[in-house]
Every structure is written in structure tokens, then in C-alpha cells.
């Protein structure tokens, strides 16, 4: 779980600082421009490390299925080589993903004003100002982001609907530690999942709430992360209970 995590941490930092200085910077400056190059590499890299996180997300349900319901096949089945053909797996996707939703929207022509309902540079924004028919390219699109969404998320689902049906034979407390360890990434694919199903599983069109949704998946959740795991995991508090007061007493003692 920790090394998933500590990829996961990784991906966020690279994930929202495609979005949130440009847009605090914007704000601070009263403008809201971007380059032609800038908005086709913000959606390459937007694209690319979202499904690197919709990917990690999934291989941390697996391996909460697999230290609650196999316990003894845990070390084997996640092994340190099973897990960096895992995280290999996320980036390939990632890239095969972010490669072909920018092939698609790159070969498209713009049209005066050049102007998207948008804090950032998204596929269907851009299809509304494309000045050609976008009806096969939208459908392409929906496909290759809706199913990226979707399918995950319904493998999320199945894991922990057969982790439920297998805390039903065990103890209170068996079931309160194992949800325990669950309960954080529950949480975390709530606030990203959501959202992103919304905003890409359904025909290419802009809807004035869209803006509210994509603050959740690019800005909220990746912000969240730590602070949802950190609360909600013992030995993260531990570790940052005996930090503090070694801090504490470091202090004390050079007073």
C-alpha cells in the first residue's frame, strides 16, 4: 500500500500542477490566455498522468482484495516485481491514453474567437471551437476517456463488493481493521471518480457546471490525498505523532 502511495503522492504533484498555478496565476494577473502549444501540451499531460491515477487508484483495491481476502498469498501475490509491472502498466496506459486523445484533437482546426468555457485546456471544450464536423471525432473521444473511467471503476466496485461479502464470516473487530485500511481510498475514489464519469462518460458537450466537476478530479482530490490518508491511517499518525515530538523536545532542549 505504501508504495503504491508514494507513487500515487508523486502523480498528484505532476497531475495539478498542469492546472492550479497557471490558473492562481491567472487570477492574481486578471488573465485568462493560453498559447496554442501550452493547450495542446496541458491536455497531452492532463490526460496522460489522470489515467495514471485512475490506474493506481485500481491496483490499490487489488491489493486491499488481496490483503483482506488472501492474506496468506499476500507476499506472493504482491511481490516488489508484481508491483512494478504494475506501475509500469499505469504509465504505458497513461501514454497510450494521452497519446491518442491528442493525435485526435491535434489534427483538428480552430476557428476565430479561440475562446473554451474553461479554467483549462479539456477535449470537449476544444471540440465546441473545432471549425469542422467533430461528430465521429467526439465519439472517439467519449469512448477512449468514458471507458477509462468506467471500466476501472467498475472493477473498484466488484473488488470491494467480494471484500464486504467476505467480512460477513468475520469478527467485529476483523471488520472494523479491515475497513479501516479501505476507508481512506473509498474516499479518494469518491471525490475523483465521480466527477470524471460525469464529465467524460456522455455525449461531447459543455454544460456551465462543468468547471465545478473538474475541480474535483484536478484540483480537490489530488489536494486531499495526503491529508485523507494521513488522517485516516495509524501509522502515518504515528510516525507524525513521534516526528512532532522529537520537534518538540528538540526545541525545548536547545531553550
Not at 499476500?74 to 486523445?101: D, E, K, P
Not at 471549425?131 to 477509462?148: F, K, P, Q
Not at 490525498?225 to 494521513?230: K, S
Request: glycine share 4%.
Amino acid at each position: 500500500m505504501y508504495y503504491f502511495l508514494s507513487h500515487l503522492s508523486s502523480v498528484d504533484i505532476c497531475y495539478t500542477s498542469c492546472v492550479t498555478p497557471k490558473l492562481i496565476g491567472d487570477q492574481l494577473v486578471g488573465r485568462n490566455t493560453i498559447s496554442y502549444g501550452n493547450c495542446m501540451l496541458q491536455v497531452f499531460v492532463m490526460h496522460f498522468f489522470g489515467l495514471i491515477e485512475v490506474l493506481i487508484l485500481t491496483f490499490m483495491a487489488f491489493d486491499r482484495y488481496v490483503a483482506i481476502c488472501k492474506p496468506l498469498h499476500y507476499m506472493t501475490v504482491m511481490s516488489r516485481t508484481r508491483c512494478n509491472i504494475l506501475i509500469f502498466a499505469a504509465w504505458a496506459g497513461g501514454a497510450a491514453h494521452s497519446f491518442s486523445q491528442f493525435f485526435m484533437i491535434i489534427c483538428l482546426p480552430f476557428c476565430d474567437p479561440n475562446e473554451i468555457d474553461h479554467y483549462y485546456c479539456d477535449i470537449f471544450p476544444l471540440l465546441q471551437v473545432a471549425c469542422t464536423d467533430t461528430h465521429i471525432t467526439g465519439v472517439l473521444m467519449v469512448a477512449n476517456s468514458g471507458l477509462a473511467a468506467l471500466v476501472p471503476f467498475i472493477f473498484l466496485f466488484g473488488s470491494y463488493v467480494i471484500i464486504l461479502f467476505t467480512l460477513r464470516n468475520q469478527s467485529a473487530e476483523g471488520r472494523h481493521k479491515a475497513l479501516s485500511t479501505c476507508g481512506s481510498h473509498i474516499i479518494v475514489v469518491i471525490l475523483f471518480f465521480g466527477p470524471s464519469i460525469f464529465a467524460y462518460l456522455r455525449p461531447p458537450t459543455t454544460f456551465p457546471k462543468d468547471k465545478i466537476f473538474a475541480l474535483f478530479y484536478t484540483i480537490i482530490a489530488p489536494m486531499f490525498n495526503p491529508l485523507i490518508y494521513t488522517l485516516r491511517n495509524t501509522d502515518l499518525k504515528k510516525a507524525m505523532r513521534k516526528v512532532w515530538c522529537q520537534k518538540v523536545f528538540s526545541e525545548e532542549k536547545h531553550n
